[in-house]
């Protein structure tokens, strides 16, 4: 090979070796489509609530209007259920993380006897079928002879976002590092002062997605509240009856302004992170 052709191929197989445009934003791109396909049906609700139908269906395009928004408390109930599941939320969350956190805590950093099996029983609620978990409570309330109501739904609910608190909870905890702990023992900090000030700070961020986490699950849950909540009527409930006899629009004004607020709790949560490695 003369030294013309060495010199011609060294930019050939550089060419080569260099992998195209598209291959190297490949994942890029998997990603976005992953994220519009995510996206795009809260675009459609988000369309939709300022629709104007002309029957009860809101399933097709009429006219633009804001009448939905400017009244989302319009359809009789709907209020009255949104405001019930929000409270749902809130105590389940509380509870959920309160019992959550002490768990994991104890999973986490001490042996005791049966520890394997309390830690199966605790994750078995996030692997059982959520029908299983919602028959299986509404027998025993019913064994119990408890009423079906607010504290039913309200008891389930605990039941079934403790888990998830528990595992996002114990993953940042074991992650820890003990000697901050040790070092603050050193510095004759006390036990409340270590765990206000060392250790619950940095669990606080898996305490924080365990609360989100259940919060949502609670709010947005059908399954259990179904077979427990008696005649009591929570949003999913009434979104489900509504989709019997015609979905008023108000419905997707209330889910837009839902999917508008976790945005920004997640724009903002993301952003004091950001600041926070800053400084």
Same mark, same amino acid.
């Given at each position: 090979?003369?030294?013309?052709e ?6 050939? #197989?550089?060419?080569?070796?260099? %992998? ?11 990603? /976005?489509?992953?994220?519009? &396909?995510? $996206?795009? %049906?809260?675009?459609?609700? /988000?369309?939709?609530? =300022? ?7 809101? &399933?097709?395009?009429?006219? *633009? ?18 405001g ?20 994991? =805590?104890? /999973?986490? @950093? &001490?042996r005791?006897?049966? @520890? ?5 029983l605790?994750?078995? %609620?996030? #692997? ?12 025993? =309330? ?7 109501? +607010?504290?039913?739904?309200l ?24 000697? /901050? ?6 510095? &004759?900090?006390? %036990? ?11 669990? #606080? ?14 709010f947005?849950? *059908?399954i259990?509240?179904? *077979?427990?909540?008696?005649?009591t $009527?929570? +949003? ?22 839902? =999917?508008l607020?976790? $945005?920004?709790?997640? $724009? ?6 950001t ?5």
């Open positions: 090979m003369t030294v013309h060495t010199t011609d191929a060294a930019p050939r #197989a550089r060419t080569m070796r260099r %992998p195209g445009r598209l291959r190297r934003h490949l994942v890029t791109i998997a990603g /976005l489509c992953t994220l519009a &396909y995510l $996206v795009l %049906p809260n675009v459609i609700v /988000l369309i939709f609530s =300022f629709n104007k139908p002309n029957g009860r269906f809101n &399933y097709q395009w009429q006219r *633009f209007s804001t009448d939905a928004w400017t009244d989302p408390c319009g359809v009789a109930d709907l209020c009255g259920a949104l019930l599941s929000l409270r749902i939320a809130v105590w389940a969350t509380l509870g959920a993380t309160a019992l959550g956190t002490m768990i994991a =805590f104890a /999973l986490a @950093r &001490y005791f006897r049966a @520890r394997s099996t309390v830690s199966t605790i994750f078995l %609620p996030m #692997a059982m079928p959520e029908v299983v978990m919602a028959a299986s409570l509404a027998t025993l =309330f019913l064994n119990m002879g408890i009423e079906f109501g +607010f504290w039913t739904i008891i389930a609910h605990i039941m079934f976002c403790l888990s998830f608190v528990v595992t996002a909870v114990k993953a940042r905890v074991m992650s820890m590092d003990p000697r /901050l702990e040790q070092a603050a023992q050193d510095l &004759y900090a006390t %036990p409340v002062q270590t765990f206000l000030r060392v250790t619950l700070p940095i669990a #606080a961020p898996g305490i924080a997605a365990g609360a989100l986490l259940s919060f949502a699950l609670s947005d849950d *059908f259990i509240t179904n *077979f427990n909540a008696g005649s $009527v929570t +949003f999913p409930m009434f979104v489900w009856g509504s989709a019997q006899r015609g979905t008023p629009v108000q419905i997707n004004v209330i889910g837009t302004a839902m =999917f607020i976790a $945005v920004v709790c997640v $724009v903002v949560g993301q952003l004091a992170g600041r926070r490695k800053r400084s």
